[in-house]
């Protein structure tokens, strides 16, 4: 089946730190991967994407590259911020399941100046 | 161009009632997904509407039903509300059917007592 693995969090970091929130996935048929983000009291905001192996999603200073050897789509990012603090769930969608996206449980970043 | 918009943002409703919940997916995206958001079980998947058909249904009890209009427009229903239906509700709209992303909305807050 399909799912998805999550850091466990919460994760708490300080200003100018470096992330990395790890996930892990299986599917059965070829997947997209992608990166939400959610703010308190928000829907998620799409974040970045991949839609094939070794592509690499960028968007915000976040990167994350689609490892088909190692089903893994990490996110990272260089420098965080206190705007950053917010939840990140890693999701996945294949072509036999439509638009049905499968998320991971949610990593929690708190970013402290 | 405007985003998903979900109403009503809250709603308190008690036990064994129903309750309808709307979503206005973005102009020109025919496909609508909806998930339930719960600190317990996370990201659940419900159903998906594409062009007023229902192409996709997730694990919930048949209590809970949706449908989309000819505009693009979906609701969905719960019926005798339990209060483990407290939940955010979040809808999603996407262009087309295919992992391609998903642009959601605030999401409604349903709290049942």
């Known amino acids: 089946g399909n799912s998805v693995t999550q850091m466990e969090g919460p994760v708490t970091l300080s200003e100018e730190a470096f992330l990395t929130i790890n996930c892990t996935y299986t599917?059965?048929?070829?997947?997209?991967l992608f990166w939400y983000v959610q703010y308190p009291g928000e829907g998620l905001q799409l974040l970045l994407k991949a839609t094939k192996a070794d592509d690499k999603g960028s968007n915000k200073g976040f990167e994350a590259t689609y490892r088909k050897e190692t089903t893994s789509f990490h996110l990272e990012k260089g420098s965080v911020q206190v705007s950053d603090s917010a939840v990140y769930f890693c999701a996945l969608s294949t072509s036999n399941t439509g638009n049905q996206f499968y998320f991971g449980t949610g990593t929690s970043l708190t970013v402290i100046p | 161009k405007a985003g998903v918009t979900q109403t009503p943002r809250y709603l308190i409703k008690t036990r064994g009632q129903q309750v309808t919940l709307s979503c206005s997916p973005i102009?020109?995206?025919?496909?609508v997904s909806w998930y339930q958001q719960t600190p317990g079980q996370g990201l659940q998947f419900l159903f998906e509407y594409f062009s007023e058909t229902q192409r996709n249904k997730g694990n919930f009890p048949g209590r809970f039903s949706g449908r989309q209009f000819s505009n693009s427009r979906s609701e969905m229903n719960v019926s005798t509300l339990e209060l483990g239906d407290s939940a955010l509700y979040l809808c999603?709209?996407?262009?087309?059917?295919?992992?391609?992303?998903?642009?959601f909305g605030q999401g409604t807050r349903l709290t049942v007592v």
């Open positions: 999603a709209s996407s262009l087309s059917t295919v992992n391609t992303e998903a642009f």
């Open positions: 102009s020109g995206h025919r496909s």
């Open positions: 599917a059965t048929g070829y997947p997209s």
